[in-house]
Structure formats: structure tokens, C-alpha cells
């Protein structure tokens, strides 16, 4: 028997989240560090390694300057803080849109190097047989119709998706050819509500909505919208609390006590040993 202490929780995988098609919704907020994510943990079922990191953490104009090198740096904090929630790291742009086997190398590195338990790829052309290749290699795979952040320098902007009937036929046609490719779940994001209900009636796996509805089998947010720290966020987040604010509060509170010498304190000084 392994002397290693064994883990009393075991950490949700790709089968656990398929079954919950039709049933309790999907509950998932992004993470990029140890401590969000050990907060996040026991509300969530999935935590996402989202690219969006580059955005919300680094300062990008986009998601396209993310590297393979920074989805694992943030995995591995992810994977650290967190206990029970299944992890799903982004593959990022350029990292699985050419050959398949060069997107099972990728895949296969994220994998191993921060033991998430699945990565995500948005569609397009040619993802559908990378999904059907990385899922026969044991690698699981959340897909991504819709919305497509990594499209944006194509799309000219983060603009909702599949409000008119050539554009509604595609989304369905990725989501079904996700779907078939072994995806074990979909995100659908930034599509009107009848087609948000409309994929998910259609496929099997289920779906995971981000402005898309509560049609979907579940949700995910970038958990900075969400907890308010940004002046601006999408129409479809709702916000759950004023870090920003509790913030610049804080911040505003240490500058006037270090200014006015009452910080540090006592309580805050070391003082030499008496004898």
C-alpha cells in the first residue's frame, strides 16, 4: 500500500460532468490563482483555466498573445488550490488548429504538467476530428461553439453569434459536430436564447452557457465579472459582490494610516527580547 497519504476527496472528471445532462446545472467560474481557486472550489464543478487570463490577469487587448507557457503557469496554481472541482484548461490560439497530432502534444503537455483533468478548444473547420483524435488518446475534451474569443481579429470584435438563419444553422452544425466528435461537454457562449435551447435539446453532452440562456444544462462566468472587479462587464454577467470597490477602500485606508504614522502599530512591532 502506497505510504503516500491518500486524498479523501475525489475530484469531479469528464463522466461526472456528461451525466449531469438534463439534471442539476452545471456550476463553473474561471480561476487563475491558488487562492480564487480554493475559495471557488466547493461551490463549483468545474473551474476554468480560461484564456481569458490574458485579459483579466496580463492586461491583454485579446485572448491570440496567449501562450501554451501561460495556460500551464496558471493550471498548476489552479490545480494547487483546488480540491474537489474538475479542472479544464484552454488550450490557447495556435495550439491545436493545425495538425491533430501536434494538438495531442499540446494537449498531452498541459495535461501532464498540471494534472488538470481536461482541456477545452472553441470549433471551427477543422476541430471536430482534433476532438475525435484527442478523445481516442485519452485526452478529454470540452468543446466551444458560438461566441469564439479567439476568432476576434476574424470577427472584427466580441459580437453576439447566430442571430440570423445562415449564422443560427452553423452554430448548430459545430455544436452537433462537436458533439459527435466525443466532446464531453459544450460551452455556448454570446447566442440568443432559442438557440441556446435549440443545441442543447440536439446534443447529448451537455452544455455549459455563458450568455446564452438559462436553457442550458449549465453556467460559467469569468469569476472577476462576477465578483465586480472591472467598471465594465458583458450584459450577461451578473454581479455578485464590489471587490473593486472593497479594494480601492482598503487600499484608500492603508495609504491614510501609514500617512498619518498610525500603521504599523503595537500590534504590528517587534519589540527585543527582555532578558
Not at 232 to 242: I, Q
Request: charged share 25%; aromatic share 6%; hydrophobic share 45%.
Amino acid at each position: 500500500m502506497s505510504a503516500h497519504r491518500q486524498e479523501t476527496v475525489r475530484r469531479l472528471a469528464a463522466p461526472d460532468i456528461a451525466a449531469r445532462k438534463g439534471g442539476v446545472p452545471i456550476v463553473c467560474l474561471t480561476a487563475y490563482t491558488a487562492p480564487v481557486a480554493a475559495a471557488l472550489d466547493d461551490a463549483c464543478d468545474v473551474l476554468l483555466v480560461g484564456d481569458s487570463l490574458g485579459m483579466v490577469v496580463h492586461g491583454l487587448p485579446n485572448t491570440v498573445g496567449v501562450t501554451m507557457e501561460m495556460m500551464i503557469l496558471h493550471g498548476q496554481a489552479v490545480m494547487r488550490g483546488s480540491r474537489k472541482a474538475m479542472v479544464v484548461v484552454d488550450m490557447p490560439f495556435g495550439s491545436y488548429e493545425g495538425a491533430p497530432e501536434e494538438a495531442y502534444a499540446n494537449a498531452v503537455r498541459i495535461m501532464k504538467e498540471t494534472g488538470a483533468q481536461a482541456v477545452k478548444v472553441e470549433s471551427g473547420p477543422t476541430v471536430p476530428q482534433t476532438i475525435r483524435y484527442l478523445v481516442d488518446r485519452g485526452v478529454p475534451v470540452m468543446g466551444h461553439v458560438g461566441l469564439r474569443p479567439q476568432a476576434v481579429l476574424v470577427d472584427g470584435g466580441f459580437k453576439a453569434k447566430g442571430r440570423d438563419e445562415e449564422g443560427r444553422q452553423k452554430i448548430l452544425a459545430e455544436a452537433r459536430a462537436t458533439a459527435d466528435a466525443g466532446a464531453f461537454a459544450v460551452v455556448i457562449e454570446g447566442v440568443a436564447e432559442a438557440l441556446a435551447r435549440e443545441i442543447t435539446e440536439a446534443i447529448a453532452p451537455p452544455t455549459i452557457g455563458i450568455g446564452a440562456s438559462a436553457g442550458c444544462d449549465g453556467q460559467v462566468l469569468v469569476s472577476d465579472d462576477m465578483l465586480g472587479l472591472f467598471d465594465w462587464t458583458p450584459k450577461f454577467v451578473r454581479r455578485y459582490a464590489d471587490l473593486k470597490g472593497a479594494i480601492e477602500k482598503a487600499a484608500a485606508d492603508y495609504a491614510r494610516d501609514v500617512k498619518d504614522r498610525s500603521f504599523p502599530g503595537a500590534a504590528e512591532t517587534y519589540y527585543a527580547k527582555k532578558d
